[in-house]
């Protein structure tokens, strides 16, 4: 279906992760920002699992081998085809031999690719996703290289979802400083009552060390009551892990399957692709929540994907 031509800063296959393994040491990877990931896939008619491609920041060019419909959702790095500046969150008619790249930035940090009937890779453990720290799933368990043939599943599906777009109401912003809500725990009484203090009156910047695994941030730190050290127990996604510098790092898709340092709180899902967004020098602040406030939220998180999955 497309032939790499650039493949830009970093692109890889994505699906929704790989679970069940964690406990075997291999991460559950899958798309960083699931919500852009999934409306991409909803305007093309796709599953919400279906592979995309997740493309981080700039640079990829792709040839379109045949013709194919495809939408592009997340990270604004100003997409073209052949030259000529197409929307995003929008379905879009691709002819063979068309030229698609992404030629700057606008916003965001990580942009998905959907084709209708879904990219064809091999499965590996259940899931297509690149796992690029162990080297497996996607195309050899890397980002993609100049060259590479993407494959999928057919266009059978293509007349139903021609011409599709959605509301602007649905469209995240990706502005260049957040606010983020957050659940206390597992380890919250870790942490003196400045501490905790600190963490939610501060404002974090992004570090240029941060990635699919983890978003690093730097600014003030954040005061343990005792030791940082923990034993090792199973990471998620969404979990604000604060080691021994008192700096907090945000674990993201690709996050090691355990971690063995104290963990101040998560953030809530709704909330994950805000993080899935950041770039280094972006600015972070958090925001307490409860338990019976962030399952309020995703249930109707839930609800809008159900209604439009209705009505695709």
């Known amino acids: 279906m497309f032939k790499i031509i650039k493949p830009g800063l970093l692109t890889t296959v994505q699906d929704l992760g790989r679970k069940g393994y964690q406990k075997y040491g291999l991460a559950t990877s899958g798309a960083v920002d699931s919500y852009a990931h999934r409306m991409a896939n909803i305007l093309v008619g796709n599953q ?12 990829l060019q792709v040839e379109a081998l045949k013709n194919c419909i495809i939408s592009i959702t997340g990270g604004n790095f100003n997409p073209c085809i052949n030259h000529i500046h197409v929307p995003m969150w929008t379905t879009l008619k691709v002819k063979k031999g068309d030229i698609l790249d992404f030629t700057g930035y606008t916003s965001g940090c990580r942009a998905y690719i959907a084709v209708a009937g879904g990219i064809q890779v091999e499965e590996f453990l259940g899931s297509k996703s690149t796992d690029t720290i162990s080297g497996v799933g996607g195309i050899e368990g890397r980002g993609l290289e100049k060259g590479d043939i993407i494959h999928t599943n057919g266009t059978t599906r293509v007349k139903c979802h021609y ?10 912003t990706y502005p260049d400083n957040i606010k983020v809500r957050v659940l206390l725990g597992p380890q919250d009484d870790a942490f003196t009552s400045k501490g905790l203090e600190t963490f939610f009156s501060s404002e974090y910047i992004v570090s240029k060390d941060s990635d699919r695994m983890a978003c690093r941030l730097e600014g003030p730190k954040v005061e343990h009551a005792t030791s940082a050290d923990i034993l090792s127990e199973g990471m998620f996604q969404g979990a604000i892990q604060v080691p021994k510098n008192g700096l907090p790092i945000l674990f993201q898709a690709g996050r090691q399957s355990v971690g063995g340092y104290t963990k101040i709180g998560g953030v809530i899902t709704v909330d994950q692709p805000k993080v899935a967004q950041l770039k280094p020098r972006d600015r972070i602040t958090f925001e307490q929540v409860t338990l019976q406030e962030a399952h309020a939220l995703l249930r109707e998180q839930e609800r ?7 009505h695709s």
């Open 304 to 310: 809008l994907f159900q209604t439009l999955r209705v």
């Open 48 to 59: 919400d699992g279906d592979a995309t491609l997740e493309v981080t920041l700039m640079g």
């Open 163 to 172: 011409n599709r777009s959605l509301s602007p109401s649905l469209i995240p």
